[in-house]
């Protein structure tokens, strides 16, 4: 883990205290969404890009596109045959304004999925600029050669320097430098690259800015990380995923049905002294068919990836966005996704014989010059809690600042001939005793408590006239995040098990996991833990999201069904794993989920709402088709509308739009809420299940007035 | 006591009669199709046929089973009813010509039992009992061996292992039909129905005229003719016959025999998936549009439209008056909403709309409760298309318990539903524009009565497509057109479906199963139920709207 901050237990803890991370992304506060109240949403969706996309729109008439969707295919036949019959009969207005209904149908479908290829055409563009052609500095051997980037190959040496745009994937192999990625994460703050551990990975088209590193190159000339997410946002790499394919077989079927309804229709009505001309045959069929999902269909996934993009996170395949709508069981690492990446000063606890303060006092002495966030969370309780104003550093002339060293495994003062040590308990028992002073009885017994509690003991200890001795404990808790059990809450309703991973004891686990509403927690990981839970929970027929950004990570990551790599990882983390999350921001994986669930939510919503539509189209068109034969058909004719003619001209006119005005909602998906599936699925029914049965009658029937008002066109 | 109350609490009694079996029979059928042992008689069955019932068949195996099966039964019917005229007991009828003895031989092998023949008029005792009653039984355990397959399917996993279509072939006609079926009989004969091997008696009418009636064994055959959910009577008026049918009660123990497996398969399914609450709401399913046709048949029945029906009360065209309206509309809805046919009364009497709810209940596929077998099949398959548009709407990959509904199995359930609207269209269409078709109808546009005419052929195909049986009469089927094409309908409106619910079966039976959370859809709630109900009758209700537009709704809407 990258953690900067690796809490190991009660002991270890003063090698974090002294620890400066360089940049821990994941502590901040989750960007776009706040835990709690933040639900995945879109990007705004402006009618402008309407216009823009038109052009694509009439590109993707090409029949050899159109075939990939099985339902505006037929589509496209009726507009052109009906296009034929209106030209063989020119008099005719009906068949004129059937058959530009019918095209307008087919490029609506056609700008939906434009408008939503648009917005990741945009994002592409900017990747674009930073993939200037660069020159490498080849190393050969000892000597250095200049090539271009794209002669690179895999495991070739470069060297980068303060200025150079780094020119291709790889890990650095010596040095260490701070890079400007603001190119592929938009995150303006450099991060530190450095040679071993897991931070050495750097990404083609960034740029190096202040010192030199020697890059080993790990990928190919266009097939980097940059030209992978190009094709991504572009959708060019964009396969159906499974689901998407058995969504369109059903639609394909459905159409068939149709089909066979419509096409056998002619026979029965022929003898029934009602022979239909094939326009409105044609009308009836495109009425049918479920238009409204297979137009947007395609629409739905390309800006459910784009959702993800959004939140700068790059699922590599279509299919990892899915399986994260199933996901059942979450890993979540500890540090930086249920707490706050430092623990926090909570209490200061005093040996018999002291007074809190006097402990509040040394403590806060002792962590003046300790700029770690365990350090400044000790002077800002002793000021909220004990009144002590922060005394600064300055103000102590004589003060003799003792840093921390791995050695000594304390930090302190000396100041007025008065000593303060704060540290791991062993080593200021032993700095006391050695300096023949005494170790308060209960000093033990107090770090004891902590420790089980789950927090970290931090010993204060004072030499002062008085002589050496331990004055009490700072209490350091880890702090779950705010929203957090709430969120976790809001995942078990969904039916997610989280599982916290952490390389704690197992007692302060479970006291976090408590603490923060975990389902499970899993104790002193390691990578080969993980991996075997990760198998365990598969063997049950689960689906497990985790997220991981070290070398050691990749193998867990590449078989959990979503895995998401951390962008601050390695390269054989982001091989590994399904998704990047270019913020390094674990938390994600909890919004990674929502949008696989309302990715498949909007396909379903879509797809009953257009299936429910069919029975309005009905109600006009069939009295419409056959009330001259049959008299008694025309009281089917429930909505009065005006003539046969206009019935069915605003059935079309209604299946048209109905498209363009769902591509937001298509767009930016159905609103979703984390509850249980039966709350879900009744909310759902009753929108698009019983709007879409209702919805048509109404437009249907406003049409018809509108129509009804133009002169002459009965 | 008003016609209505009689027909109410008619109903009220069955509907007692079906709860109180529902659990017995149901536990019962899943012990029979879980049980590791085999009778005595089984195994000399097993021996004489040369079967390992103890082998386990993936699906490619028990279709072969089940299309062995039926191409040597359909071959020895079409042979028997070719050879009638040179056996003994044949009562004296000649032999039956080619197509009609091939649209007998696929009507009573694919459970159909459409009838272009009539019984006492055609059909000798060999051919009525070895032949017709026999396929009576084994065609119904078909079915129900291809159901519990396809419920091992869900109830199995990680292994492509359906059971052994022999045994449960065996099982389902041993243990299961043929008990039952024996029970039924002896009731029917108690209660006044004809069992004997008497001949052809010539009796004189009131009037003065003379009229032939013939025996035979006639209860037996009724027993199993309902239980199996087959129809095909022994005299061409099928349940209306007194010989078949005595009286009231009768009337309404046929119907309970006709609905008693159909339903409690049910139980037998939730048993075998270890869920009895998801069988329940299956059984919530099919009893809310049973109850609904039911209701909607009396409603339409009992109203007085037109003048003739004011006078008599209620619309008595075609019905027996020993059973009255009320039991007969109950009886002609459960006969179409199962894939019976058996009919007490005279469908093409009916009142247009009463015609419509009929030939809509067939549409629906049969599965409300459908046939003994085939109506659980066909429901599992609608359940799949259902659970497939409302689980992604819950944000899931759909799965059915526990199985995830992904490419191949909406492709199977796809399929499953094209072939009976193909068939049942297709064939219609054809029927309307030859003119050697158009001739077999009797109620023609010249009449005045063209929707009733359309109405006919296309409950002719309805009928066939379905594996119904029953008639709407009106409409000579007995020409070579309508016995191909019915035969053909007929056939592949059995053997296909089997074909892609056995294949979806194996696809089940090797997933691995999903664990339920709280994020799953919960398909055992009424919540389920309800959008099961309305994805049946919305998916079946566009399919056919405008062929019921012109046929019945048109007639009625006059």
Known sequence: MTAPVKPEGPGSMASSSTATPTRAPHQDVPSGHQPGDGRVGGGLFDPKQLIKSFPDAIRKLDPRVMVKSPVMFVVEVGSVLTTVFAVTKPSDWFGWAIAAWLWLTVIFANLAEAVAEGRGKAQADTLRKAKTDTVARRLNGEAEEQVPGTELRIGDLVVCEAGDIIPGDGDVVEGVASVDESAITGESAPVIRESGGDRCAVTGGTKVLSDRIVIKITTKPGETFIDRMINLVEGAARQKTPNEIALNILLASLTIVFLLAVVTLQPFAIYAGAEQPMIVLLALLVCLIPTTIGALLSAIGIAGMDRLVQRNVLAMSGRAVEAAGDVSTLLLDKTGTITLGNRQAAEFVPVRGTTEAEVADAAQLSSLADETPEGRSIVVLAKEKYGLRERHQGELVDAEWVPFTAQTRMSGVDVDGRKVRKGASGSVIAWVQERGGEVAEDAQQLTDVISQAGGTPLLVALEDERGPRVLGVIHLKDVVKEGMRERFVELRKMGIKTVMITGDNPLTAKAIADEAGVDDFLAEATPEDKMALIKREQAGGKLVAMTGDGTNDAPALAQADVGVAMNTGTSAAKEAGNMVDLDSNPTKLIEIVEIGKQLLITRGALTTFSIANDVAKYFAIIPAMFAVAYPGLDSLNIMRLSSPNSAILSAIIFNALIIVALVPLALRGVQYRPVSADKMLRRNLAVYGLGGLIAPFIGIKLIDLLISLIPGLH | ?558
């Open chain 2, 1 to 558: 006591m008003s016609p209505i109350l009689a027909g109410v609490l008619q109903l009220i009694a069955l509907i007692a009669a079906l709860a109180l079996a529902y659990r017995p029979l149901g536990d019962y059928m899943a012990a029979v199709y879980s049980s590791p042992k085999h009778l005595r008689i089984e195994k000399v069955i097993y021996r004489c046929i040369g079967a390992n019932a103890d082998a386990e068949m993936r699906w490619p195996a028990y279709l072969r089973g089940v299309l062995a099966f039926s191409v040597v039964g359909v071959l020895f019917l079409y042979l028997l009813q070719r050879l009638q005229g040179g056996m003994p007991l044949s009562l004296g009828f000649a032999s039956i010509s080619p197509d009609q003895a091939f649209n007998t031989a696929a009507s009573f092998v694919s459970n159909t039992n459409w009838q272009s023949y009539s019984g006492e008029q055609a059909m000798g005792h060999v051919v009525q009992t070895a032949g017709l009653a026999v396929q009576n039984f084994v065609s119904a355990a078909t079915g129900m061996a291809v159901a519990i397959a396809l419920v091992r399917g869900f109830a199995r996993s990680r292994t492509g292992d359906l059971g052994n279509f022999w045994a449960d072939l065996v099982r389902g006609t041993v243990r299961v039909l043929i008990p039952i079926a024996v029970i039924g009989a002896v009731v029917l004969v108690a209660c006044g129905a004809v069992q004997n091997f008497s001949g052809i008696h010539e009796v004189g009418q009131f009037m003065g005229g003379h009229q032939q009636t013939n025996g035979g064994a006639i209860a037996s055959q009724e027993a199993i003719k309902e239980l199996g959910t087959n129809g095909g009577g022994y005299f061409n008026a099928n349940s209306s016959h007194p010989f078949e049918n005595p009286n009231a009660f009768t009337n309404l123990f046929e119907i309970f025999l006709i609905l008693v497996i159909p339903f409690a398969l049910t139980r037998t399914f939730g048993k075998l998936v270890g869920n009895v609450k998801q069988g329940y709401a299956i059984l919530a399913t099919m009893g809310v549009i049973w109850l609904g046709f039911v209701a909607l048949m009396m409603w339409t029945e009992f109203a007085h439209g037109g003048p003739a029906l004011q006078a008599a009360g209620a619309a008595m065209e075609g019905k027996e008056t020993r059973f009255g309206v009320g039991s007969s509309a109950i009886f002609s809805v459960s006969t179409t909403l199962t894939s019976t046919g058996a009919v007490d009364s005279f469908h093409s009497s009916f009142t247009a709309f009463g015609g419509g709810i009929q030939l809509l209940g067939m549409m629906l596929g049969e599965l409300a409760p459908g046939g003994v077998g085939s109506g659980l099949y066909g429901m599992l398959v609608m359940a799949i298309i259902a659970v497939f548009i409302a689980g992604l709407m819950v944000g899931r990959t759909p799965e059915y318990l526990g199985k995830k509904i992904g490419t191949r199995e909406i492709k199977l359930a796809a399929c499953y539903i094209l072939i009976t609207p193909t068939l049942v269209l297709g064939f219609a269409a054809a029927s309307m524009v030859l003119p050697d078709a158009l001739g077999s109808m009797l109620n023609t546009k010249a009449l005045g009565a063209g929707a009733h005419g359309f109405s006919e052929v296309l409950y002719a195909f309805t009928s066939g497509g379905n594996n119904n049986g029953s008639a709407f009469a009106g409409l000579n089927a007995n020409t070579p057109w309508y016995n191909t094409t019915i035969g053909l309908a007929m056939l592949l409106g059995r053997f296909l479906p089997m074909v892609f619910v056995l294949a979806l079966a194996g696809s089940l039976a090797e997933q691995q199963p999903v664990p339920e959370t709280a994020g799953t859809l919960r398909t055992e709630k009424p919540l389920f139920a309800g959008l099961l109900v309305g994805t049946i009758l919305i998916i079946t209700g566009l399919t056919y709207f405008p062929a019921l537009a012109l046929g019945p709704l048109a007639e009625g809407l006059s």
